[in-house]
């Protein structure tokens, strides 16, 4: 038997390997001495029969206790723990990326990241501290290597460069050339997919054109389907389903320009878009922008980052790195590309275009009356209310209503508001805001003590019970010619209507055009999923004459402000009026102020 031992294990050509030390810069056979002498800088090696780990530093973790075996892999680094053997691996290089190829160091990781190896010493490998501060050193390290990487390929460019955004920049950064490097590749895109994202999701799409190979390599790694965007005419290619959720994949972010040219489309299709990850985030407000169209933003790491470790390196000089600080500093905040205007179509024009009875009505009745005034009469009886109407009726164009909070209704109120409203000559909106499943809002709608339906000539609702409530209201609301807003938008602070809730509401809209009027909007211009049909008409609360908020959030906008540079139509006003001493004196004034800005952006 111990013949047969010997023949199985001590043969030069049967013996089992012994684990490989890497990175090596030497064939000799391992030391084996109870404290092997520190190994060359940059390098991390361990001793599988003392349990003694050296790195660059000079310090070494000590023999360690016996464990089961156990495998924790971090990025491109590997740390396996095998009965008291530890190695620290790194990929080996193609031989066309060997001159490209820089294994990071143990001892510039844990400084980059900030740990000590005191507490790397202190601390048992087997316990979960020890992996979580193994982590963040390995993080550290898989970052500062790519970023050399970057550089050495020469993805890193000083000088003078005008960017996307129209701002000269003192450095350029070009990640095109990785497809000739396909380590490089598949290890930003191994980095990426480590990114955490604000949700799961079922499809990736890269951002055209750098960014294609980033989510095609991450696509086959991880198995997850992936989404094309095409930029000449935003169609979608690939097999998907509404309520999908997509990951954008980019390169780099600037203004976030390219990211919401991308998410648009998506969103038009009914796709659900929360998340971007981003090799280099630019600091320039980017992620700031993306934030205001409800996508988070997700990087590897900023320009602020690469150019410390270039620094740190003397990759970069001091004073180049000073001029790229004052740079962004000057440059913190790039607005988002505004498209080239787009000649707006009078009120005349859009009722030809209007598909719906009630939406023509509105936009030939403000055509007529030279008024684009909405009143919100939030007043807490029916009296208030109907004296208001008489007076400020010939400055409107319709009249918001609130009708239970009305303390003294009664079921004549319908019929004595719809005199004074044919009497001026405006509509009746009730800003009822359904927001149930079909059934219960046909019967709210049509029945119940208020009986909607019979006086009022417009409603609104939410599209969070999904497109069953405008199966519901359209069942009674269309036959009678009534129309029906859609709350794609809110104005008060803190809302959560935007972004996929937005474009989810331009969606459904198109698809009841027949029904659907238009929106209740706040700044439809920055929408990134527009209505194709400018038959849908936007109004827009929260004006008054001067810019500002009140105690509860409400945040108010000037007329002109709302008609010209958030692309509304309509402008309501309720306290502004309301509160005034001379409420028809004060709707005169907002009528002359919101027809003034709806003429001027005809031009």
């Known amino acids: 038997m111990n013949s047969t031992r010997r023949c199985r294990f001590t043969g030069a050509d049967r013996r089992r390997p012994r684990p490989t030390l890497l990175p090596t810069t030497t064939t000799s056979p391992p030391n084996t001495s109870a404290q092997p002498p520190p190994p060359p800088p940059s390098t991390a090696t361990a001793n599988h029969r003392s349990g003694h780990v050296f790195l660059a530093s000079g310090h070494s973790f000590h023999p360690l206790p016996r464990v089961r075996r156990r495998r924790i892999v971090f990025s491109d680094l590997q740390i396996q723990l095998a009965h008291c053997r530890i190695v620290f691996s790194h990929p080996q290089p193609t031989p066309s990326d060997a001159a490209t190829s820089t294994p990071p160091a143990m001892a510039s990781s844990a400084a980059a990241s900030g740990l000590s190896f005191v507490q790397l010493r202190r601390t048992p490998f087997s316990s979960p501290a020890a992996c979580s501060l193994i982590s963040k050193a390995m993080d550290a390290g898989a970052k500062e290597s790519l970023i050399l990487d970057l550089h050495a390929v020469e993805a890193v460019k000083l000088g ?28 930003v895109a191994a980095l990426l997919h480590s990114l955490p994202a604000t949700r799961p999701y079922d ?171 909405c009143v919100a009469a939030d007043v807490g009886t029916a009296k208030e209310l109907l004296e208001l109407a008489d007076k400020i009726g010939p400055e409107i164009c319709m009249l918001k209503t609130h009708v239970d909070i009305l303390s003294d209704f009664t079921p004549d109120f319908g019929a004595k508001l719809r005199t004074i409203a ?41 599209i969070v019970p999904g497109p069953g409530i405008l199966d519901g209201l359209k069942l009674k609301g269309l036959p009678k010619g009534r129309g029906l807003l859609l709350l794609a938008e809110m104005s008060s602070a803190g809302n959560l209507a935007n972004g996929d809730y937005t474009a989810a509401a331009v969606k459904i809209a198109e698809q009841h055009s027949d029904f659907v009027i238009g929106f209740i909007s706040v700044n439809p211009a920055s929408w990134s999923a527009a209505p194709s049909s400018p038959a849908f008409i936007h109004a827009t609360p929260g004006v008054q004459m001067a810019a500002g908020g009140d105690a509860l959030g409400q945040q108010y906008n000037t007329p002109y402000s709302v008609i010209n540079d958030r692309g509304s139509d309509i402008i309501i006003v309720g306290r502004g009026i309301i509160k005034a001493s001379n409420p028809a004196e004060t709707a005169r004034e907002y009528r002359t102020q919101g027809w003034l800005a709806y003429q001027s952006s005809l031009s």
């Open 160 to 187: 003078s460069f005008v960017l996307k955004s129209g701002i000269t920049s003192p450095i350029y950064l070009d990640l095109r050339v990785l497809v000739s490097h396909p380590r490089l590749l598949s290890s």
């Open 203 to 373: 499809l990736l799409c890269g951002v055209p054109y750098t960014a294609l190979p980033f989510a095609a390599v991450l696509s086959a790694a991880r198995s997850v389907p992936m989404l094309l965007s095409r930029y000449d005419d935003n169609s979608i290619e690939g097999h998907f389903r509404a309520g999908q959720t997509v990951l954008i994949v980019e390169d780099l972010v600037t203004s976030g320009a390219s990211v919401l040219e991308t998410v648009a489309p998506l969103r038009a299709e009914g796709l659900v878009v929360a998340d971007a990850v981003v090799v280099i985030d630019r600091e320039q407000g980017g992620r700031e922008n993306l934030a205001a169209n409800g996508v988070t933003l997700h990087s590897l790491m900023t320009l602020t980052e690469m150019v410390a470790v270039l620094v740190r390196h003397g990759k970069v000089s001091e004073e180049r790195a000073e001029e790229v600080r004052r740079f962004l500093d000057a440059n913190r905040k790039v607005a988002v590309p505004v498209k080239p205007k787009v000649a707006r179509k009078s009120f005349a024009e859009r009722a030809g275009l209007a598909s719906n009875p009630m939406g023509r009505k509105l936009f030939e009745l403000m055509e007529t009356k030279q008024s684009n005034l």
């Open 422 to 462: 044919e009497k001026h000559n405006f509509l009746i909106f009730e800003d009822r805001k359904f927001a149930d499943i079909g059934n219960t809002v046909t019967m709210q709608y049509e029945g119940g003590i208020f009986r909607i339906l019979d006086w009022a000539d417009i409603v609104n609702a939410h």
